[in-house]
């Protein structure tokens, strides 16, 4: 199940083709009619999710032998164009009222968990799972239907402009790159210490890796909701802007580094009373992979400047870097230090993605300075959140 659901998300992150935070930008510009910049968007990512749904298929068809898993695929794969439906949601991030897609998605958890309880009740065969998990975003996207027609208006109202179509391309393509390399880095060394190590050791490493990837949300889903208040503050006023982006990026950094702290201290009973005593070997992992958010809170913060300020051109050098310090350290360290060697690393390459790259790249050097000041002084500041948002 868990090779089926990675094996589509390599190619649904291509189908979003980085245009989830272009168009909360350009929403939160106001510049274009939100119906034009919503309309563009969803055909885009529907066309794109066509495509690659017949990709992920034949490649499956391809690669595997086994034409039970390339049905299953087939199956999942149709959350690729579900997915196109997040279109609303990036609109109501960039308005600042995500209260009312919050809660189609507390729904659909709810639902998702007692529809998974009862196919562990009733023994369900593997498709059934896939099938459910597949289900999780038709329930999503009827949620977000709801709310934006209950909230916004009707979806006649969307239209496809051909040449803003290119402008969004063109604007996205650098982060479609920069999410390739990411993928690459995030996801190598578990592909790394099953051929340098043993499959066992990425299942102990999967298991930290899961917890971490719970505390890394938090940081993500803060980015993607002050984008759009970066926006309308630089739109404003440039000075006020900049204030708001080095409160804004203490606030992640250092929230974020406390849920850490939590999470390591507790990672023995987290593992223990989830995975159960077989998993114990991946404590000392989640004692160090933990921290792995607040290095992720310091690169997205700055990522979300790097949108707002038009300067994703460059981002793919960021990510490059990053990407080449995770191979090259895993290499070198795996056989001699094993999967803790792997976290360390797992760390490593964010700095080197998301802050020691900006000092390198002269375009994104005043990123560099915001994240030099909020770790040295960023502490004192943290209350002043409120201020952030208002």
């Not at 990036?90 to 995500?98: D, R």
């Not at 009973?269 to 607040?294: D, E, N």
């Not at 997205?300 to 790097?306: C, E, H, Q, R, V």
């Not at 790259?357 to 050097?365: C, E, F, G, T």
């Amino acid at each position: 199940m868990n090779y089926v659901i990675s094996y589509v998300f390599l190619f649904q992150t291509f189908a979003l083709f980085g245009l989830d935070s272009i168009e909360i930008r350009e929403e939160a510009r106001g510049q274009k009619p939100y119906t034009t910049i919503i309309g563009t968007a969803f055909f885009l990512k529907l066309f794109f999710g066509c495509c690659f749904i017949v990709l992920a298929i034949l490649t499956s068809w391809l690669m595997e032998a086994d034409l039970y898993t390339t049905l299953l695929i087939a199956i999942y794969s149709l959350v690729v164009v579900l997915n196109s439906l997040i279109v609303i949601r990036n609109y109501f991030t960039a308005i600042v009222q995500n209260e009312y897609v919050v809660k189609a998605e507390i729904s659909r958890s709810v639902i998702s968990i007692i529809i998974k309880l009862i196919l562990l009740f009733l023994h369900a065969n593997l498709t059934w799972f896939i099938t459910a998990y597949m289900f999780d975003f038709v329930l999503l996207g009827t949620g977000y239907l709801m709310a934006y027609r209950t909230k916004i208006g009707s979806l006649r109202e969307w239209h496809f402009d051909r040449d803003y179509a290119r402008f969004l391309l063109k604007e996205s393509f650098p982060l479609l790159l920069t999410n390739a390399a990411v993928i690459i880095y995030q996801r190598i060394d578990q592909v790394m210490i099953g051929s340098m190590i043993d499959k066992s050791a990425v299942g102990f490493f999967s298991v930290a890796a899961r917890f971490t990837e719970v505390l890394v949300f938090l940081p993500m889903i803060l980015a993607q909701t002050i984008t759009p208040i970066l926006v309308k503050a630089r739109e404003r006023d440039v000075a006020e802007y900049k204030v708001k982006a080095q409160q804004f990026m203490n606030f992640s950094f250092w929230l974020s580094l406390a849920a850490s702290a939590i999470v390591s201290v507790l990672a023995y009973w987290l593992i223990r009373y989830t995975f159960g005593p077989a998993y114990l070997p991946a404590v000392a992992v989640l004692q160090v992979m933990a921290f792995k958010a607040a290095s992720v809170a310091l690169s997205n913060t700055a990522g979300s400047m790097i949108v707002t300020e038009g300067l994703q051109r460059w981002a793919i050098l960021r990510d490059g870097f990053g990407c080449l310090v995770c191979v090259v350290l895993n290499y070198l360290l795996l056989p001699r230090y094993g999967i803790l060697a792997a976290a360390f690393v797992s760390i490593a390459s964010n700095i080197a993605a998301g802050y020691l790259a900006d000092a390198l790249v002269p375009a994104y050097r005043h990123l560099f300075v915001c994240q030099t000041r909020t770790l040295l002084f960023g502490w004192r500041n943290i209350k002043n959140i409120k201020s952030i948002l208002t």
